[in-house]
Nanobody, 123 residues
Framework: QVQLVEFGGGLVQAGGSLRLSCTAS????????VAWFRQAPGRQREFVAA????????YYADSVKGRFTISRDNAKNTVYLQMNSLKPEDTAVYSC????????????????WGQGTQVTVSS
C-alpha cells in the first residue's frame, strides 16, 4: 500500500507562513487525488484542501480559501500545502491522505493516510 510522510510543521507567529509537504513511497501515488485534513484538540477532523491526480482541479474549505494553496509535483511523488496569513485557529495536527476520491475531492474516500505534522500558530 501507499505510505505517506508529512514534513514542514512547526511553530510560527500569527500572520506568518509555513509550507507542508506530503511525499509518497511509490509512483502509483500519482494516480490518486490527495487531500489535507487537520484536527485540533477537542475538535473533529476537518477537511482543508484537495487536489486531483493531474493537479488540474482543487477544492478548499471556506476557512482557508485565499490563504492556503495546494499543489503537486508528480515527478517527485509530492503534494504541498502552502499556508499564508496563519491564524491561531489554524493550530492543529495536519495530515495528508490519498485515494480514488470517486465521490469528489470534498468527500473522497481517501484510503491512505500519513502520520501527521503539528502546526502551532502563536498570538
Amino acid at each position: 500500500q501507499v505510505q505517506l510522510v508529512e514534513f514542514g510543521g512547526g511553530l510560527v507567529q500569527a500572520g506568518g507562513s509555513l509550507r507542508l509537504s506530503c511525499t509518497a513511497s511509490e509512483r502509483t501515488f500519482t494516480n490518486y487525488a490527495v487531500a489535507w485534513f487537520r484536527q485540533a484538540p477537542g475538535r473533529q477532523r476537518e477537511f482543508v484542501a484537495a487536489i486531483n491526480w493531474t493537479g488540474g482541479s482543487t477544492y478548499y474549505a471556506d476557512s482557508v480559501k485565499g490563504r492556503f494553496t495546494i499543489s503537486r509535483d508528480n515527478a517527485k511523488n509530492t503534494v504541498y500545502l502552502q499556508m499564508n496569513s496563519l491564524k491561531p485557529e489554524d493550530t492543529a495536527v495536519y495530515s495528508c491522505a490519498a485515494g480514488g476520491a470517486r465521490r469528489g475531492l470534498r468527500l473522497g474516500p481517501y484510503d491512505y493516510w500519513g502520520q501527521g505534522t503539528q502546526v502551532t500558530v502563536s498570538s
